[in-house]
């Protein structure tokens, strides 16, 4: 709803009044309606100043209204009827002004902004567009390349570049409301046609069909499939080449398009679904809402190899203090010549003071003696890890947390080793640690719900989306990518290329196919894996029974390509070919080929066509099924933890939501169907036999992934 009052004797005060946001639900906006029309015709009120409650002013249209049908008066007219008012109307920014909420202000005649105070238009990155006018206002205000910019990339800015770029008219550092009153006072009775942003032209700019040609081309790259992006551009298109009304028209059928998309739906899952991950709870009960996090002042990190560096970045840029510790001296120096080198390059880009006091570099464990929390980053080695835990329980104050960044190792195994394993975690970053946005947080079944709670904590401190998952092989991310490479490579095996694996599934949306990022990470990363686990065998023998092993089907091409020693980018081979060592261009590998051709011929394998169909069936459903899998064993509490990792950690198109939600998409029937179909064809490959929840669910109708949860615990309690 909105509060109106009348201040200074003729200021009209509307107060936006929807927690936590002020989103523009459809009472909010019938609340401007009622109030606005008050004011303009009250005769006692000269201005009208419009802000939010608690210090945000809008948070933009109600996200959760787009799944439903829309009541309440439309955005459009309500904020063209504050533009054409005949009194001044003030926005007074304080907090966000996002999407509708930057759009209602742009209605208003004059924008007075706090100056800690966001703007910006969003929209994009859920999938629309600013489709109450503001594709045609902004560019008109601030000119086509910023406009551009802005709603392209959806990126907020401060009130201080608002200010530049001619978004806001003042900023303050007081308060905002009496700041605009007085602004409001100011301006009653001044001419409003010049602040009627709908009815300028566009600013001119030379040469505009290669500036949008220059636009698209980049947006395209990026877009990686997302459609919004390119509609943005088309609608921006639209405000600098027709009159306003048409240009309305464009943006309104631009917006009908992307707003009953796939995309659209896919992006708001992601939205919710990343807040979502933040409500975690555990088998055992524990919940976020009940388990109290420790407070976290100083830190360690233990072993400064690449993780542990990344590590101790992120740790120092929220502002902790952090022990970094490396036994080895030569090995301390390197790392902290790289740490401050990563800590300063940081702080340039943010235009913050870099936090280089913030890490004190020992030799000696014993210098973490008064942390209240450790993150080891020694080598995956469980007996290394053990001896340094084991020191740890010897060296630190009770009470300290004990983190291990492991991606593959048994996190119960590590906590059963100590005298606390109530204070042991898993916290899995992903390199770069200091850059990648994903964080599993894995507790085992003595991690207390205040460790796990603690951990979450400073992953969102540390800006990571954080996902509480149980402790198993590979946890969730590692354990479903494990079926979609092994089909990938079964697929080589079949008559595929990796050439042709990577353009489907990149197709598709993600940044790189699967054997470009083994390129990438390096090949001998699994190679250890399979040795670790007996599953390599000298490259010699050939046939069926060859390629199967431990009673499954297996693929041993990986070993073979390691055992010529191609690693991926690092040695200049691997399944692409790379001009030197390090380099990053991949290119097509003639003596790859043949090397297929001839373990083809060695295995009495007949290669056949393969298409891009079948590619993203058998990779993505075998994901998908080990997901099922994931969730029946309660080891993620929900499809969103499944998504957000996969999506911020994993590169899936986060237009496409995840692969839960892109199962949920296809129908759950289907990608059991083409499970069955599959697993007839290869009877010894276990990933593609469906998942019993999969089948359950199915079973029990499909229902949609909002309504999973229940469909599981039901499921389950018949069991
Ligand atoms: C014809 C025209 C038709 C449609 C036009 C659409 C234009 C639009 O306006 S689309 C929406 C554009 N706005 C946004 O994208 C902003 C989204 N929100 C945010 O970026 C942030 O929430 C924030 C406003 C910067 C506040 O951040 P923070 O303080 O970190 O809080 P959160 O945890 O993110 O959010 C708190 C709580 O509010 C819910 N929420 C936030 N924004 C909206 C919204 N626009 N609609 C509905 N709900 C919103 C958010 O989900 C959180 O609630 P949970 O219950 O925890 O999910």
Redesign the pocket.
């Known amino acids: 709803m909105a509060e109106y009052n009348r201040v200074s004797e003729c200021v009209g005060l509307i107060t936006l009044r929807n927690p936590?946001?002020n989103?523009?639900?459809a009472a909010v906006r019938q609340g401007i309606v009622d109030t606005v029309q008050r004011a303009l015709s009250d005769p006692n009120v000269k201005s009208v100043v419009i802000c939010g409650q608690n210090g945000?002013f809008c948070?933009?249209?109600?996200?959760?209204?787009?799944g439903s049908n829309?009541t309440g008066p439309?955005?459009?007219p309500m904020i063209h009827a504050i533009e054409s008012a005949n009194k001044p109307v003030v926005a007074a920014i304080e907090?966000?002004a996002?999407?509708?909420?930057?759009?209602l202000a742009l209605g208003c005649h004059y924008r007075i902004a706090h100056s800690k105070a966001?703007l910006?238009?969003?929209?994009v990155?859920?999938g629309?567009l600013?489709?109450?006018g503001?594709s045609q206002r902004l560019p008109r205000l601030i000119g086509v390349p910023a406009a551009l910019n802005l709603i392209t990339t959806?990126r907020?800015v401060t009130a201080a570049e608002a200010l530049q770029l001619g978004i806001v008219d003042q900023v303050t550092d007081h308060n905002t409301v009496d700041a605009a009153v007085k602004f409001a006072l100011s301006v009653a009775g001044r001419s409003l046609d010049p602040r009627r942003i709908s009815t300028h032209p566009c600013p001119q700019q030379p040469d505009l069909d290669a500036l949008f040609e220059e636009v698209m081309q980049k947006v395209r790259q990026s877009a990686r499939g997302a459609i919004a992006p390119i509609a943005c551009v088309q609608a921006v298109r639209a405000a600098a080449t027709l009159p306003y009304a048409q240009g309305m028209e464009r943006e309104?059928e631009l917006?009908a398009t992307l707003?009953t998309s796939g995309q659209a739906r896919a992006l708001q899952y992601c939205?919710?679904a990343e807040?979502?991950v933040?409500?975690w709870r555990m088998p055992s009960g524990a919940r976020w809402d009940t388990s109290k996090p420790r407070p976290v002042h100083k830190a360690a990190v233990i072993g400064l190899g690449t993780m542990g560096r990344g590590i101790t970045v992120a740790l120092a840029q929220t502002g902790l203090s952090v022990i970094a510790v490396e036994t080895q001296e030569k090995q301390l120096m390197e790392a902290k010549q790289a740490i401050s080198g990563m800590l300063e390059r940081g702080a340039k880009r943010r235009g913050v003071a870099p936090a280089l006091d913030g890490v004190i570099y020992s030799q000696n464990i014993q210098a973490v003696a008064d942390v209240d929390l450790v993150i080891e980053a020694v080598f995956e080695d469980i007996a290394l890890k053990t001896k340094v835990f084991q020191q740890l329980s010897a060296v630190c104050k009770p009470g300290t947390l004990l983190c291990t960044n492991t991606s593959a190792l048994d996190v119960d195994q590590l906590a059963s080793e100590t005298p606390n394993p109530e204070l042991v975690v898993g916290m899995h970053f992903f390199a770069p640690a200091h850059v990648m946005k994903l964080l599993e947080v894995v507790y085992g079944p003595r991690s207390s719900p205040q460790a796990v709670a603690t951990a979450m904590q400073l992953g969102k401190k540390m800006g990571k989306a954080s996902v509480a998952v149980g402790n198993c092989r590979g946890f969730v991310g590692n354990r479903m990518l494990k079926p979609y490479i092994e089909e990938a490579f079964f697929l080589l095996e079949e008559g595929a290329t990796p050439e042709l694996v990577d353009q489907a599934l990149e197709e598709f949306g993600f940044p790189m196919g699967v054997f470009r990022m083994s390129d990438l990470s390096g090949l001998d990363v699994g190679w250890r894996v399979r040795k670790g686990d007996g599953l390599v065998e000298p490259g010699t023998a050939s046939g069926r029974s060859a390629r199967i092993r431990q009673g499954r089907r297996y693929s041993p091409l990986g070993d073979l390509l390691c055992e010529e020693g191609r690693f991926g980018q690092k040695t200049g081979r691997g399944w692409y070919q790379y001009d030197k060592p390090g380099s990053r261009v991949a290119r097509s590998d003639p003596w790859l080929h043949s090397f297929l051709g001839a373990y083809r011929a060695q295995h009495g394998l007949v290669a056949r066509r393969i298409d891009h169909q079948e590619v993203l069936e058998r990779c993505l459903y075998a994901l998908i099924n080990e997901g099922f899998h994931i969730l029946d064993d309660g080891i993620a509490a929900g499809p969103e933890d499944i998504d957000v990792i996969y999506v911020s950690g994993y590169g899936w198109p986060r237009h496409r939501g995840g692969p839960m939600f892109y199962a949920n998409m296809v129908g759950l029937a289907k990608v059991l169907e083409r499970l069955e179909h599959y697993q007839q064809l290869h009877p010894e490959v276990p990933h593609l036999q469906p998942s019993s929840l999969l089948r359950r669910l199915v079973a029990s109708g499909s229902p949609p992934i909002h309504k999973w949860g229940e469909a599981i615990k039901k499921l389950h309690s018949q069991l």
């Open positions: 936590p946001v989103a523009l639900s945000i948070g933009g249209a109600d996200i959760k209204e787009f829309m439309p955005l459009i907090g966000s996002l999407g509708g909420g930057l759009e966001r910006g238009l969003p929209e990155s859920l629309l600013p489709a109450a503001g959806g907020h309104r917006m707003f939205f919710f807040r979502a933040g409500r």
